[in-house]
């Protein structure tokens, strides 16, 4: 958390409302997002951010009990805070133990969470008991840089486990528990890093980890919102912008050209986006804040 090929004029590629290939991707844009990517690359990255969707859906706001799968890191904070401020019930998962920041949030907390185990679901069941869970976010990721020199093997797999293979199990066991059911929505934090279409040769390979199981968490996404459904819960994949995190601190060189934003302003984005989702776009992955959150895979919009 990059093969160029010729792409023409962009205002050959895109118009207000259509659906247009980028890369062998099929991307449905907004008239706004549409919009923005006439423009120069410097004046697009910055600009107003955009719900990358055909029509605006219906906002239907986020009530009830909410589960933050990670809420400690950058993000997991700044999510479950801003739910807390919201008037929700909260209950945040850790791996080890709150920090002082999530215990003063007001959020319930579930410690030894955690995602490299397959207990994972299980712990989180049994903290819920019958609670009805409206809403999941799963925040919780990891990312462990490599080099062609010297990979690492059993990050790869960790990473994959974590970031793809526990939101599964999660989803899985609380369905069957019934802490999901009719009217539940279940978020995926995930990444455009997981994006083929979006990867140039500009940007380069390397990280194979990180970009196969996000990849692979955005595929997870997708099948989930077909097993879900007769259950009458929808699920979405978000990337959630490029964030000035501990996670991306590699790339802190980039996050001016990139227009990288804070943890607290991505929150509040994503979770407009969450109140969007219904049964009707169930299964789709979505980046929020449009083409000016998209970090390096903005090398494939030139």
Request: glycine share 12%; proline share 5%; charged share 20%.
């Given at each position: 958390?990059?093969?160029?090929s010729?792409?023409?004029?962009?205002?050959?590629?895109?118009?207000?409302?259509?659906?247009?290939?980028?890369?062998?991707?099929?991307?449905?844009?907004?008239?706004?997002?549409?919009?923005?990517?006439?423009?120069?690359?410097?004046?697009?990255l910055?600009?107003?951010h955009?719900?990358?969707?055909?029509?605006?859906?219906?906002?239907?706001?986020?009530?009830?009990?909410?589960?933050v799968?990670?809420?400690t890191?950058?993000?997991?904070?700044?999510?479950?805070?801003?739910?807390?401020?919201?008037?929700?019930?909260?209950?945040?998962?850790?791996?080890?133990?709150?920090?002082?920041?999530?215990?003063?949030?007001?959020?319930?907390?579930?410690?030894?969470?955690?995602?490299?185990?397959?207990?994972?679901?299980?712990?989180?069941?049994?903290?819920?008991?019958?609670?009805?869970?409206?809403?999941?976010?799963?925040?919780?990721?990891i990312?462990?840089?490599?080099?062609?020199?010297?990979?690492?093997?059993?990050?790869?797999?960790?990473?994959?486990?974590?970031?793809?293979?526990?939101?599964?199990?999660?989803a899985?066991?609380?369905?069957?528990a019934?802490?999901?059911?009719?009217?539940?929505?279940?978020?995926?934090?995930?990444?455009?890093?997981?994006?083929?279409?979006?990867?140039?040769?500009?940007?380069?390979?390397?990280?194979?980890?990180?970009?196969?199981s996000?990849?692979?968490?955005?595929?997870?996404?997708?099948?989930?919102s077909f097993?879900?459904?007769?259950?009458?819960?929808?699920?979405?994949?978000?990337?959630?912008?490029?964030?000035?995190?501990?996670?991306?601190?590699?790339?802190?060189?980039?996050?001016?050209?990139?227009?990288?934003?804070?943890?607290d302003?991505?929150?509040?984005h994503?979770?407009?986006?969450?109140?969007?989702?219904?049964?009707?776009?169930?299964?789709?992955?979505?980046?929020?804040?449009g083409?000016?959150?998209?970090?390096?895979?903005?090398?494939?919009?030139?």
């Open positions: 958390q990059p093969h160029a010729p792409r023409g004029d962009p205002r050959e590629r895109g118009s207000a409302g259509a659906t247009m290939m980028r890369r062998g991707v099929s991307v449905v844009l907004s008239a706004a997002a549409a919009a923005a990517l006439v423009q120069p690359r410097s004046a697009r910055p600009a107003r955009v719900f990358m969707s055909a029509a605006e859906p219906t906002i239907t706001p986020i009530t009830g009990n909410v589960l799968v990670g809420g890191g950058g993000l997991g904070t700044a999510m479950t805070k801003n739910l807390v401020d919201r008037g929700l019930n909260v209950y945040a998962t850790v791996r080890k133990s709150a920090d002082e920041e999530l215990k003063a949030s007001g959020a319930t907390v579930i410690e030894g969470v955690d995602l490299a185990k397959d207990d994972c679901g299980a712990r989180i069941v049994q903290s819920l008991g019958d609670a009805k869970i409206d809403m999941v976010m799963v925040v919780a990721g990312f462990i840089t490599e080099t062609w020199e010297e990979p690492k093997w059993d990050a790869n797999r960790l990473m994959y486990q974590v970031c793809a293979v526990a939101p599964l199990i999660i899985n066991e609380l369905v069957k019934g802490n999901l059911g009719e009217g539940s929505r279940y978020a995926m934090i995930t990444s455009e890093g997981g994006s083929i279409g979006l990867r140039t040769q500009e940007e380069g390979g390397l990280n194979y980890g990180h970009h196969m996000k990849a692979a968490q955005n595929m997870c996404g997708k099948l989930l097993d879900m459904a007769p259950f009458g819960v929808s699920v979405l994949m978000l990337h959630p912008g490029f964030l000035k995190t501990p996670m991306t601190q590699h790339y802190s060189h980039l996050y001016e050209q990139y227009g990288a934003v804070t943890p302003y991505a929150a509040e994503i979770l407009q986006a969450v109140e969007r989702l219904n049964m009707g776009n169930t299964g789709r992955f979505v980046a929020p804040m083409s000016a959150g998209l970090g390096l895979g903005a090398m494939a919009l030139k």
